[in-house]
């Protein structure tokens, strides 16, 4: 029998048309994180369990974690998400690094679940954190990163929302109605997954978890539009700030356990991806879970697929062409003597991918054409006596007779 051709169930082979949109994208997220000052780490794929079962939700641990037991005995799982290695990563340090702390890592990750639009088995995703920052700046600044690599991508401000609610001020709600800690946990789950459910089919799991007397309490707090306190501060801020796509929204909860106070969430508004893009909050007390002083912190968490769909949903995506400059085609037996006047081509900047191949002239013109490669130098005997090259636009055939100068000016724009 046959290997398969196919890669593992929710993981993606990334030929080099897609790998082009993902590097891409990534270049994008690197510019407007660095611009706010914030520095790439990066942590191992395979951390210890424990530090998953600590904080990270309940769902992800016992359904979607892919975990095992190494050679030596140790239970460890493959990363799910990122914020407890780099909190680790930051305790480990803690008394030696400088705040505040500006940190952003595009690790992959993996989860358990069910392969569907927007959500697969493995992804990449860009973390963003700053450490150090316990006033509404930090909340402000994380925001407005989301805010600012949406727009570089060029999304209009009523393509996407972001939804921001206090956990403290839903806590003290919560106090006010004797919720005990497992129907905290229940309302909270209940909420993360409320886009994903009917209205009938919320209230009555609404119901169920909490009664109906507290339930009908619960639905008319979460109908109220006027945002506590440090919100409203936090929204007349962003506002300074320029962001402007913003509500807030008390029915945001987050999965994760260890957010404490601020969340938010970023809303695709497209009919075709209407859904939760990315998200994320603060989170003061993990980094403490590693046996250290806590360390407020803020951060989020935009994965590749989501961010993916969004900008195909909004006509986002730009047509990537090949990074080679040229295709080398060469006439005659000239491999070894072309080899000075290539190596002096790159080292100039130029990419060139030469044609080795004994076929004839036309088939390797239209093979470089077929790999969209735009231009193709011409290489023989003569041209290398002259230290003229044939240069030819494969999409307009125009042709020109150049030096090796003249095509370095023409193919980078120098």
Known sequence: MSLSTQPYKGARDFYPEDKRIQKWMFAKLRDVVESFGYQ????????????????????IVSEQLYSFEDRGGRKVAIRPEM??????????????????????????????????????REHWQLNVDIFGVEGLEADV???QITDAILKTYGAKPDSYKI???????????????????????????????RVRMSETEFNSSLKEAVGQK?????????????????IAALLNLLEKAGVSSIVFDPEIARGMDYYTDIVFEVFDESAENNRAMFGGGRYDGLVAEFGVEPVPTVGFGM???????????NSLLPKLEPETNAAVILIGDVYGAVQPILSELRQNGLNL???????KLDAKIKNAAKSGVKYAIFIGEQELAN??????????SEEKELSADQIVQALSGR
């Open 40 to 59: 790439e780490y990066d942590a191992p794929l395979i951390e210890s369990f424990e530090i998953y079962a600590a904080k990270t939700g309940e769902e």
């Open 83 to 120: 914020t407890p290695s780099v909190s680790r990563m930051v305790a480990a340090r803690r008394q030696e690094l400088t705040y505040p702390l500006r940190w952003y890592s595009i690790p992959n990750l993996w989860r358990y679940e069910r392969p569907q639009r927007g959500r697969l």
């Open 141 to 143: 600044e994380i925001i």
């Open 163 to 193: 939804r921001v609610n206090s956990l403290k001020a839903a806590g003290a709600v919560y106090k006010d109605l004797r919720l005990d800690q497992a129907q905290h946990r229940a309302v909270a789950k209940l909420l993360d997954k």
């Open 214 to 230: 507290t339930a009908d309490d619960l639905l008319e707090y979460w109908s109220k539009e006027q945002p506590p306190e440090n």
């Open 303 to 313: 994965g590749d697929v989501t961010l993916q769909n969004f900008l195909e949903s």
């Open 353 to 359: 991918a030469v044609d080795p191949t004994e076929r």
């Open 387 to 396: 230290q003229k090259y044939k240069l030819k636009n494969l999409k307009s």
